[in-house]
C-alpha cells in the first residue's frame, strides 16, 4: 500500500553499517564538503528567491558491482572504504535476490520469477549512489533530491541513523521516512511496477534537506540487465483485461526504458 517499507533483521551485521556510516562522513568531509561548497558558492545557491527545478542539493558518487566492479578505479577512496564497500554490496545483492523471492511469493508467482525477468544475457545490473544531503539554507525552494519515481528494479537504502529528509507520496500527501536505526529502507522501481502488472507501484518520493545537519544515505539499486526484455507476468494479467486487450502495461527493453526516461 505504500511502495515502501522499512526493513529490519535483515542479517547485515550492525557493526558493518556503522562502519559504513562513518567512513561514508569522513569521506564526504575529506573529498567532496570542499568541491559542494565551492559549487554552492558558484551558482549562488545560498541566496535564491525563487525555486530551483534544475539542480538537487546533493553531493553524490556512484560504485558500479554488477555486471563489472568500478570500486577498483574510484580514485579517491582509502583501502578500508573501498574494501567495507564491497563486502556490503554483496551482502545487499543477496538481500535483494531473497526479497524478490518473497515478492515472487506474496504474487503467487513460481520462485525464482523475478531474479530470471531481470537477468537478460548479462545478469542483473547492481549499482549503488552514495549521497550526502548538506545543511541547505532554503530547504523550501531547492530539494536535496526532486519528486521522481525509480526507474529500475528494487532500491535498498541505508539511510543517516539521525539525520532526516526522505519522503514518500501517499494519497496526495507527502510523508517521512523517519530513520530507523540499522534499517533498510526498501522501495520497488518502474520495472517491477511493469513485471507485477500495477500489482506493486513504483511510488514518489524525494528528499527534502535540512537546515541543520548533514544527511548521509547509501541508495543501492537492483536494476535488469540492459537488455532484459520487461512485461507483466501473464499470471498476473487477469483474463478479461487480456481479452479486452487494454489496462496492462507494454513490453520493452529494459535499455530503451532508460534512453526515454
Ligand atoms: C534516489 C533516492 C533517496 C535518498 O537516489 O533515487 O531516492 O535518501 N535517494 O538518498
Ligand atoms: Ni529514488
Redesign the pocket.
Known amino acids: 500500500n505504500w511502495g515502501f517499507f522499512e526493513l529490519v533483521n535483515h542479517g547485515i551485521p550492525p557493526e558493518m553499517m556503522d562502519t559504513i556510516e562513518r567512513m561514508t562522513k569522513g569521506h564526504y568531509k575529506k573529498c567532496m564538503e570542499q568541491r559542494f561548497r565551492e559549487l554552492v558558492v558558484s551558482k549562488g545557491l545560498e541566496y535564491v528567491q525563487k525555486e530551483v527545478h534544475d539542480l538537487d542539493w546533493?553531493s553524490?558518487f556512484h560504485l558500479k558491482h554488477l555486471p563489472e566492479s568500478n570500486i577498483s578505479q574510484i580514485s579517491d577512496l582509502d583501502d578500508d572504504y573501498r574494501k567495507v564497500m564491497k563486502e556490503f554490496a554483496v551482502k545487499l545483492e543477496k538481500l535483494a535476490e531473497q526479497l524478490l523471492d518473497l515478492l515472487c511469493e506474496n504474487l503467487g508467482l513460481e520462485k525464482g520469477y523475478l531474479k530470471k525477468a531481470f537477468y537478460g544475457s548479462n545478469g542483473p545490473t547492481f549499482g549503488t549512489?552514495v549521497?550526502n544531503?548538506p545543511p541547505c539554507p532554503k530547504p523550501d525552494l531547492i530539494k536535496?533530491?526532486r519528486a521522481?519515481t525509480?526507474a529500475g528494479g528494487i532500491?535498498l537504502?541505508f539511510?543517516d541513523d539521525k539525520v532526516s529528509?526522505?519522503q514518500l507520496l501517499k494519497d496526495g500527501q507527502w510523508v517521512d521516512?523517519p530513520p530507523m536505526h540499522h534499517s533498510i529502507?526498501v522501495?520497488l522501481g518502474d520495472q517491477l511496477e511493469v513485471i507485477t502488472n500495477g500489482k506493486y507501484k513504483s511510488v514518489l518520493?524525494?528528499?527534502v534537506a535540512q537546515t541543520d545537519g548533514n544527511?548521509m544515505?547509501?541508495?543501492s539499486?537492483y536494476n535488469p540487465s540492459t537488455d532484459a526484455v520487461i512485461y507483466p507476468a501473464p499470471a498476473l494479467v487477469e483474463r478479461e483485461e487480456e481479452e479486452a486487450g487494454k489496462g496492462t502495461y507494454p513490453k520493452f527493453v529494459f535499455e530503451d526504458y532508460m534512453k526515454l526516461r
Do not use: C, M, P, W
Open positions: 546533493e553524490t549512489k549521497s544531503y536535496g533530491l521522481h525509480d532500491i537504502l539511510q529528509g526522505l521516512v529502507v522501495n518520493h524525494r528528499v544527511r544515505s547509501i541508495a539499486f
